[in-house]
């Protein structure tokens, strides 16, 4: 594929045009021009056009790349939720931790996440526009959502090879689990803010979690002793 050109209009337009690089680099650099007119301007007000004058290339550039803005969008959601997740599976060590530290891992990822600044913003985009552009809300059931639990589900299986953890449904317990994590994370974002996340005990609540997720609620003799984990 050429090199992202500008047109001659958009020649003086130098933010984010990406002259050189590779692939990858190039569209991460279309993708940042378009998070900063998502940000910007919201979902409904945020176009195509815009986000080819934001990065100075063609809009023929941008559909050769994506569909359409709820494709777009999808992008920059899953450019984000893929580095942090990236970051926790990464080690090859990450399959062989006892499965407490490693689900702690994986929910602190998340809600490290849900904290960004940028990501909370995005959150609230999609949560107050999907209705009007339902596919937007599509394309976010089938992209970043589903890649977070892909990835989770993807290391039950591992576990349940190695006996460390009986699941009958891996893709169904990471959704589960997400969800358990995400709940209260998503109430604060839609109806408290920042200020409410900075003030929401994480470390309770993840290890609550944690301790449902893996022990249930009907007492158990074989259960270990939960030790509080500092945040």
Same mark, same amino acid.
């Given at each position: 594929?050429?090199?992202?050109t500008?047109?001659?209009?958009?020649?003086?337009?130098k933010?984010?045009?990406?002259?050189?690089?590779?692939?990858?680099?190039?569209t991460?650099?279309?993708i940042n021009?378009?998070?900063r007119?998502? *940000?910007?301007d919201?979902?409904?007000l945020?176009?195509?056009?815009?986000?080819?004058?934001?990065?100075?290339?063609?809009t023929?550039?941008?559909?050769?790349r994506?569909?359409?803005k709820?494709?777009?969008?999808? +992008?920059?959601?899953?450019l984000?939720?893929?580095?942090?997740? +990236?970051?926790?599976?990464?080690t090859a060590?990450?399959?062989?931790l006892?499965?407490?530290?490693?689900?702690?891992?994986?929910?602190?990822?998340?809600?490290g996440?849900?904290r960004?600044?940028d990501?909370?913003a995005?959150f609230?985009?999609?949560?107050t526009e999907?209705?009007?552009?339902?596919?937007?809300?599509?394309?976010?059931?089938?992209?970043?959502?589903r890649?977070?639990?892909?990835a989770?589900?993807?290391?039950f299986?591992?576990?349940?090879?190695?006996?460390?953890l009986?699941?009958?449904?891996?893709e169904r317990?990471?959704?589960?689990f997400?969800?358990m994590?995400?709940?209260?994370?998503?109430?604060?974002?839609?109806?408290?803010?920042?200020?409410?996340?900075?003030?929401?005990d994480?470390?309770?609540? *993840?290890?609550?979690v944690? &301790?449902i997720?893996?022990?249930?609620?009907?007492p158990?003799? &074989?259960?270990?002793?939960?030790t509080?984990?500092?945040?």
């Amino acid at each position: 594929m050429d090199y992202l050109t500008p047109t001659p209009a958009q020649a003086t337009n130098k933010v984010g045009r990406p002259r050189r690089g590779t692939q990858a680099s190039r569209t991460a650099a279309l993708i940042n021009a378009a998070t900063r007119v998502f *940000l910007r301007d919201g979902y409904g007000l945020a176009s195509i056009d815009k986000v080819a004058s934001e990065a100075g290339v063609s809009t023929r550039t941008i559909y050769e790349r994506f569909k359409n803005k709820a494709d777009l969008l999808a +992008a920059v959601i899953s450019l984000l939720v893929e580095r942090d997740m +990236a970051n926790v599976f990464a080690t090859a060590e990450f399959d062989r931790l006892e499965p407490r530290e490693a689900l702690l891992a994986i929910a602190q990822s998340i809600t490290g996440h849900a904290r960004n600044p940028d990501s909370m913003a995005l959150f609230r985009i999609v949560a107050t526009e999907s209705y009007r552009f339902p596919e937007l809300a599509a394309k976010m059931r089938d992209g970043a959502k589903r890649r977070v639990e892909y990835a989770i589900a993807h290391y039950f299986r591992g576990q349940i090879g190695r006996g460390t953890l009986a699941l009958r449904d891996p893709e169904r317990a990471a959704g589960l689990f997400k969800q358990m994590i995400c709940s209260e994370l998503q109430e604060c974002l839609l109806f408290g803010g920042a200020d409410a996340m900075i003030h929401l005990d994480f470390t309770a609540h *993840l290890n609550h979690v944690i &301790d449902i997720f893996l022990f249930g609620a009907v007492p158990r003799t &074989d259960r270990p002793t939960h030790t509080a984990l500092t945040s």
